[in-house]
């Protein structure tokens, strides 16, 4: 059962992880962008509030990954030890959903949904 936790604590935080990169790259970055190109005072006003808040938020994103680390170093073992690939993936049941859990060619855990 502790193969469970650990994949449960695994997407919990690459789920974390992928809307923080979201939130980065298609909202704040996009938005900064956005204030660099505005040549008023207002928006040179905003630009340095606007760079914390993505510096912010890059921080969180950084903790978040090293909490998916410390879930995916003990089960990456696991998944190699049974063998789990995108064919024959480790299952787990989860909020009402279906999850496939495997390795790819390039040593990376990969999960969907069924």
């Known amino acids: 059962m502790e193969e469970n936790l650990l994949a449960i604590a695994y997407l919990e935080e690459k789920e974390k992880a992928l809307e923080h990169r979201k939130i980065i790259d298609l909202d ?27 510096a912010d938020e890059e921080e969180r994103f950084k903790k978040t990954i090293e909490r998916m680390q410390a879930a995916f170093t003990p089960f990456y073992p696991y998944l190699e030890r049974i063998g789990a690939s995108k064919t024959n993936p480790y ?17 990376n855990i990969h999960y969907t949904t069924y």
């Open 28 to 54: 704040l970055k996009p938005a900064l962008k956005e204030l660099e190109d505005d040549k008023s005072e207002a928006g040179k006003l905003k630009v340095p509030e606007l760079e914390k808040q993505i």
């Open 91 to 107: 299952l787990l049941h989860y909020h009402q959903k279906d999850y496939g859990f495997y390795i790819d060619d390039n040593k």
